[in-house]
């Protein structure tokens, strides 16, 4: 079963616009991780956002944790090309060993 | 190696087919999971090893699943008697300790066509 749902399904922007990527999730949860998924390809992990923090930031990503609503936003900020790809959010139930659980994952089309 | 290297890249299978798909982790990564992605799907837990030991089988699907680990590396998915519904992308993911400081890094997958 998956926990977490990604919204929206698709997103289509042109180049250096940002896209925002939205995924909530149903149970209490240790820390929030966003991947990328290129087509065909294994998935890459772009951020890991812990219960007791609120914000972070890597390069052009940007991530927000809300644990009051069970709620993560993925903001990617002056998109490129290269950026289209699919983004699932996956969280992680414990402190220590914890399998994560994925979203269906957003698909984002970035033109030229 | 760099990453995490699965093979093969593709297999086709004639259904009723036993299959291996093979994992071979970061070097010195304790934490080893397998996931299997449906076309269309977020990645589903299979099972997980810390070293040799497989600590959780809870997501494998039917007992015609099966994993090993025997030296706490490299590491073995086997399917017996493959049926259609088995047709997914399978992943193996590692993780320096147990994944909740670093995130974890996969493998690029095999494709499994049951035909």
């Known amino acids: 079963s998956q926990q977490g749902e990604e919204d929206p399904q698709a997103l289509s922007i042109q180049e250096g616009e940002n896209a925002t990527m939205n995924c909530s999730y149903k149970?209490?949860?240790?820390?929030l991780q966003w991947y990328r998924q290129n087509s065909g390809r294994g998935l890459v992990h772009l951020i890991l956002?812990?219960?007791?923090?609120r914000e972070k930031h890597s390069g052009r990503l940007r991530v927000t944790l809300d644990t009051s609503k069970k709620s993560s936003s993925l903001l990617i900020t002056a998109s490129r090309a290269a950026d289209t790809a699919s983004y699932f959010c996956?969280?992680?139930?414990?402190?220590?060993?914890?399998?994560?659980?994925f979203g269906k994952g957003t698909m984002l089309l970035v033109s030229p | 190696g760099a990453g995490v290297s699965q093979s093969p890249r593709y297999k086709v299978a004639k259904r009723g087919q036993d299959v291996a798909l093979r994992c071979d982790p970061i070097?010195?990564?304790?934490?080893l999971f397998w996931y299997q992605q449906a076309l269309g799907q977020g990645p589903e837990f299979l099972t997980y090893?810390?070293?040799?030991?497989?600590?959780?089988k809870s997501g494998l699907p039917s007992d015609r699943f099966f994993a090993e680990r025997p030296e706490g590396s490299v590491s073995t998915l086997k399917i017996q008697r493959t049926q259609q519904e088995d047709s997914a992308v399978y992943l193996c993911?590692?993780?320096?300790?147990?994944?909740?400081?670093?995130?974890?890094?996969f493998g690029s997958g095999t494709r499994l066509t049951v035909v």
């Open positions: 993911a590692s993780s320096l300790s147990q994944g909740e400081n670093y995130g974890y890094t």
């Open positions: 149970t209490s949860i240790n820390n």
């Open positions: 956002i812990r219960s007791n923090e």
């Open positions: 996956a969280t992680g139930m414990n402190s220590g060993y914890s399998t994560l659980t």
């Open positions: 070097s010195g990564h304790v934490s």
């Open positions: 090893f810390q070293n040799e030991a497989q600590l959780d």
